[in-house]
C-alpha cells in the first residue's frame, strides 16, 4: 500500500523557508511605517513654514514690516482645512507631539519677531530609536532657510 505526504525533512525545510522570508519582510515594513510617519512629520512642517511665511506677508502687507508671529499664536488646527490634528498633541508654547512616535515640532520666535526657527525631533520605531533627525529655520524672512523671503527683494 502506497501512502502519499510530505517527509520530514520537506516538512522542516519549508519551515525554514517560511522562517527566512519572514526575517527578511518583517525589517522591511517596519521601516515603511517608519517612513511614513518620517514624511508625515515632515509634511507638517512644511505646512507650518508655509503657514508662518503666509502670515509675515500678511503682515508686511498691512504695516509695511517683517514681522513673524509668536508661539502662542502657530498652532496646527490653524493650518488645517476643518481644524482636526488627529495623532497630535499640543504641548503648548509652540510644541506639538505626534502620538504614534513621540516626535516633536516646535515653533520659536527668534530676534524679537524678526526671525523664526521650526525643528523636527524625531526618533523612528525602526531605527531602533537611535536616529534623530532634526531640522531648523531661522530669519527666513531675510533669505535664510528654505521659506524664501518676505519683504522687498
Not at 517608519?34 to 508625515?40: F, G, R, S, V
Not at 515653533?107 to 524679537?112: A, L
Not at 527666513?140 to 518676505?150: K, L, N, T, Y
Amino acid at each position: 500500500m502506497s501512502e502519499r505526504g510530505f517527509t520530514l525533512i520537506e516538512v522542516i525545510i519549508a519551515i525554514t523557508v517560511i522562517g527566512l522570508l519572514a526575517a527578511i519582510a518583517v525589517p522591511s515594513v517596519a521601516n515603511i511605517v517608519d517612513d511614513a510617519h518620517q514624511a508625515n512629520m515632515t509634511a507638517v512642517e512644511n505646512t507650518m513654514n508655509s503657514a508662518v511665511i503666509m502670515w509675515a506677508s500678511d503682515r508686511y502687507m498691512d504695516d509695511g514690516e517683517v514681522s513673524y508671529p509668536a508661539a502662542n499664536q502657530v498652532t496646527i488646527a490653524s493650518m488645517t482645512t476643518d481644524g482636526s490634528i488627529d495623532e497630535w498633541t499640543d504641548l503648548g508654547s509652540g510644541v506639538w507631539k505626534y502620538d504614534p512616535t513621540g516626535g516633536t515640532i516646535a515653533y520659536s520666535q527668534t530676534d524679537g519677531g524678526a526671525g523664526y526657527d521650526i525643528s523636527v525631533s524625531y526618533s523612528g520605531a525602526g531605527s531602533g530609536g537611535g536616529d534623530d533627525i532634526v531640522r531648523g529655520r531661522d530669519k527666513v524672512g531675510r533669505g535664510g532657510g528654505r521659506g524664501g523671503r518676505v519683504g522687498r527683494h
